[in-house]
């Protein structure tokens, strides 16, 4: 069963607009959140993270809202680039700075020009 | 700094045959995991280290895998025998404790294919 779910799997904008990444999870344990971000052939790299005593965190173009009463987080990209254009993987941890990372099964966000 | 190095970067094997993915951390990181990406399931967590101790090992499919880690700078993931529901990109990643979370690198991957 899937503690961390991105339901979907590929998301398409144009350059300019809003990219919104949508991440649900179902264990009240976890209290820390991240997005990575992954472009083919390499691995995931950091992006962005968020407490649980936290709603919201920006950073750049970048900013991540959580809403702990509906076990749901999103990721909104200001505006969208090309160079945007990866998996975004959602991860959770139950107890900050645990090092054990649970991921979603990522959304492909292809920004065209 | 090199980052996590992984070798191979691409495998294809035969069904039944013994397959070893290696791992180098980055030099300081005391801990490294083994993660498998698959379209089915995305990444998921086989086993992690700390101090070259196996931690949790609750994420391995199964006794046809083991991991090792004989040494700081030095990690295999081993399959036997392989089957082709293993074929996935094994990602190896590490970090430095005292960072949590933020300190995770992972490394490029091995692309396994098993036929």
């Known amino acids: 069963d899937q503690q961390v779910k991105q339901n979907s799997p590929s998301l398409s904008v144009q350059e300019g607009r809003i990219s919104i990444l949508n991440c649900d999870y179902t264990?009240?344990?976890?209290?820390?959140f991240l997005w990575y971000k992954k472009y083919p052939a390499e691995g995931p790299t950091f992006l962005i993270s968020?407490?649980?005593?936290?709603d919201k965190n920006e950073d750049g173009r970048f900013t991540v809202f959580l809403n702990k009463s509906a076990k749901h987080l999103s990721l909104h990209i200001v505006p969208s680039q090309p160079g945007d254009s990866a998996v975004y993987f959602c991860?959770?941890?139950?107890?900050?700075?645990?090092?054990?990372?649970?991921f979603g099964k990522g959304t492909k966000l292809t920004v065209n020009p | 700094d090199a980052g996590v190095i992984q070798s191979p970067r691409h495998e294809v094997t035969e069904m039944g045959q013994e397959v070893t993915l290696r791992c180098k951390p980055i030099?300081?990181?005391?801990?490294l995991f083994w993660y498998r990406q698959t379209m089915m399931r995305g990444l998921e967590l086989l086993i992690y280290f700390n101090n070259n101790v196996p931690i949790d090992d609750s994420g391995m499919p199964e006794d046809r895998f083991s991991a090792k880690m004989p040494n700081a700078s030095f990690s295999t993931l081993k399959i036997q025998p392989s089957e082709p529901r293993d074929s996935a990109v094994y990602f190896c990643?590490?970090?430095?404790?005292?960072?949590?979370?933020?300190?995770?690198?992972f490394g490029s991957g091995t692309r396994l294919t098993v036929v």
């Open positions: 968020i407490s649980s005593i936290k």
């Open positions: 264990n009240s344990m976890f209290d820390y």
């Open positions: 990643a590490s970090s430095f404790r005292g960072q949590g979370i933020y300190g995770y690198t």
């Open positions: 030099s300081g990181h005391n801990s």
């Open positions: 991860a959770a941890s139950a107890l900050r700075g645990s090092e054990k990372l649970v």
